[in-house]
């Protein structure tokens, strides 16, 4: 409300002279001291009232107050504000610092490109290379194609971050920010500069984030095809875990992107990967991209893969003998698990991870009747039924002991594990017996 009062005041014509001779009468040191009046500057930057600050300009101490007001008006956005303090005597040591700290944060509005603008037009000199590379790459992070074009223009700071010698992960920074935010615009003004284009694959047997992984795992199918045509190679893996492109789009549910990486072949920046196919890679827990997809991506991205013809890829266990059927049962991915129940499937029966449970286990542990039903309505479900855990528990084991602790609690969940034991039991009575092992279930 004080807001709009006071923008009634500064912009009714009829009003203005009114509230300039109340601001003047304000100023007088016998009412309000120095400090008092400061504040109000400071109060008129944070409500964007240029015309009044334009009014009262011969009262302020612009060695003093100008610093201040231009942070405020920042941090508020006020670009009219800012404008107008860029047009008075700033020191432009103080401006680089605002501009400095806009490019460190999500400035609001277009704050970053208006000081930039000025600070490249009034103190080109004080911008090195270190501070350009910094500038360029808070451009492209935030999406600002406008303070790119700015900062790209200048040939001779552009020429110098080009030449400079960086390791891949510095140099490649401004490109790797306009892939994941999947800004093309900036993407493709990087890529206009030869330097960038060598910037799409790390050094030969170098594992690297590179832009191709940043687009695929955030979705920018644009991003990827492009940088897919400038030869960018779908099988350089990320540090550490060693998954591709294709790993990422599974992981993060993009089933395009997915359909499009599942069909290359190469291997340019690694020599141990020359000639594989994206979907025979493996990362360094020996997941598969159908790995991913079942236990994160979700049933579309496992339908491409099908029909990729790699259905193969579902027998495929990992470093802790966990199959694309253990994980989608664990995710509690139903469409999932339906898409990867096909007859002959030779994991129903593996026992994976570090507390060896089969499918069903995993399951029955996530408290999903769903997928439990699925698993009991195989035609394996009779073969697994009495598969012991590491410490040798039974689905209907956990199913018992977790259902007890829920009616012992008060949750809604009871209800749902006395399901899974119905179902656990109805599946399993043939022949006027069932078919469990003879062994005490306590509860039973």
Request: proline residues 4%.
């Amino acid at each position: 409300m004080r807001a709009e009062v006071l923008n009634i005041l500064q912009n009714e014509p009829t009003t203005f002279n009114l509230w300039y001779s109340m601001c003047r009468v304000l100023r007088m040191p016998s009412l309000v001291d120095d400090r008092c009046w400061r504040s109000h500057t400071f109060l008129l930057c944070e409500l964007g009232l240029v015309l009044t600050l334009g009014a009262l300009a011969d009262t302020y101490d612009e060695g003093k107050d100008l610093a201040t007001a231009l942070h405020i008006a920042a941090e508020e956005g006020r670009i009219e504000v800012i404008r107008w303090i860029l047009r008075r005597n700033i020191a432009g040591e103080e401006l680089l610092q605002e501009l400095m700290r806009a490019s460190r944060r999500k400035i609001i509005d277009n704050v970053f490109p208006t000081l930039l603008e000025h600070v490249l037009a009034s103190y080109k000199e004080a911008i090195d290379g270190s501070v350009y590379r910094m500038l360029l790459c808070a451009a492209c992070e935030q999406g600002h194609s406008q303070a790119v074009q700015m900062l790209w223009q200048h040939t001779s700071l552009r020429t110098q971050l080009l030449k400079t010698r960086l390791p891949y992960s510095e140099l490649s920074k401004p490109l790797r920010c306009a892939a994941a935010i999947g800004h093309q615009v900036i993407a493709q003004t990087l890529l206009g500069a030869p330097r960038f284009r060598g910037l799409l694959n790390p050094p030969p047997n170098r594992d690297e984030l590179t832009p191709l992984h940043l687009a695929s795992q955030n979705g920018h199918m644009n991003i990827v095809e492009i940088l897919i045509a400038l030869g960018a190679d779908s099988n350089t893996l990320t540090p550490v875990s060693n998954r591709n492109a294709l790993h990422l789009a599974c992981i993060t549910g993009y089933p395009a992107i997915v359909s499009y990486l599942a069909t290359f072949t190469s291997g340019r920046s690694r020599s141990a990967t020359i000639g594989m196919n994206c979907l025979a890679l493996k990362d360094q827990d020996q997941r598969s991209a159908m790995h991913f997809a079942a236990h994160l991506g979700g049933a579309a991205v496992i339908r491409v893969l099908l029909k990729c013809g790699q259905g193969r890829w579902a027998d495929e266990l990992d470093a802790t003998n966990m199959s694309p059927l253990h994980l989608a049962a664990q995710a509690q991915e139903k469409r999932g698990l339906e898409l990867l129940l096909y007859d002959g499937i030779g994991t129903f029966r593996e026992r994976g991870g570090r507390e060896k449970m089969t499918p069903l286990h995993y399951a029955v542990r996530a408290g999903s009747v769903e997928c439990v039903e699925l698993l009991m309505g195989n035609v394996y479900a009779p073969a697994i039924i009495n598969y012991k855990d590491i410490e040798g528990h039974s689905p209907l084991h956990i199913a018992a002991k977790l259902g007890a602790i829920a009616s012992a609690t008060g949750t809604q969940s009871g209800k749902t594990y006395l399901d899974i034991i119905k179902i656990l039991l109805a599946r399993s009575y043939s022949g006027g017996t069932y078919i469990f092992e003879p062994t005490s279930y306590g509860w039973a």
